[in-house]
């Protein structure tokens, strides 16, 4: 590096897509000593927990709490509906996708991948013939990732229960929503979903280690059915606890329940319509500056209609080898770290350093994604990587005039 980090030292901003920025306010509330987890305070507290969640999930459903991470919760979910031998259909558009049908196929279930490339939502019409060329039901479930992280392709959740519905099929919506809880709208109940996973890292902006399994009562049901579930991840006594430790199946992650009582507690506050319009307004600002950026130059949005896209991570291509130069740069001279481009191009292949990627979920406002914008301007600037102008101009506008 030619120039010192003379603008380095303030507070630093993680802005990858997860873990997200905590709080002050979480990690103030995750600041104690141990409490006592047989009785009190503690026990009280987490029965408060359940009732918060399914409110951001919009579910009257049940949510089991798990000790792990978004990894954990898709094995959760499998493992209570999903015997060996039994078929699951997963519509992919992009690496997340594949990450969860490799652990239904590892836990001995026949995987039926389709696949959409990396820039393009599912196509809910192939999915709907699949659907209906199924005349035995042999697919217990399709497992759909609302928005994949690595293209950040937003799914049309609502739309994959209409093509179940359309053919008449009985296989369980499972939706992975560990990107786009509490940023994107999610309806879980209102558009048919029977089983949600979650994260606690992303938009619930609380350090990771805790997994949400929400389900219905016809997940329920299919769980009963169940031959065998392993013990750890059963979500039947998780999700009604006679005793306190019935929750985690053992000690509780006693101080992420505070930093998630309090994350709650935020999101809340503001209220999950306000939650996902300041998401959505903040994901334009971005838009509207790649846009620019992008007019002349080799930056580009990785999905290029906007009605498919997440509004809590973006994925850029940046031509080889800029994208990884651009993130070495901010990280080093503002402090700044953007998130590398996952899943986009193989690790070693020089074409990797051509992605990167932008987390703009949970705890994030007008200027710090102003603070983002004019970071990776200053980087584009640096490195002579040819851009349009009016990056900053057109984010503002956005914000501004709403
Ligand atoms: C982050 C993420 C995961 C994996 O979560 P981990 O906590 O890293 O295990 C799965 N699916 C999606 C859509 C994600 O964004």
Known sequence: MSMPPIARFGREYLAIPGPSVIPDAVLQAMHRGAPNIYAGALVDMAATLGPDLKRVARTVGHVAMYIGNGHAAWEAALANTIAPGDTVLVPATGRFAHGWADMAEGLGAEVQIMDFGKRAPMDMDQIEAALRADTSHKIKAVLAVHVDTSTSIRNDIHAVRKALDAAEHPALLMADCIASLACDHFEMDAWGVDVMVAGCQKGLMVPPGMAFVFFNDKAAQVRADMARVSRYWDWTPRANPEEFFMYWNGTAPTHHLYGLRTALDI????????????????????????????????????????AHRSVAVTSLRLEAPHATALRDWVEHNLGLTLGIGLGMAPPGDPAWHGFFRLGHMGHVNGHMIMGLLGGIEAGLIALDIPHGTGALEAAAQVIGKG
């Open 267 to 306: 999101i809340h506050t503001e209220g999950m319509e306000a939650v996902w319009k300041r998401h959505a307004l903040l994901a334009r600002a971005i838009w509207a500056a790649c846009d620019a950026w992008g007019s002349t130059g080799p930056l580009e949005l990785n999905v290029a209609d906007a």
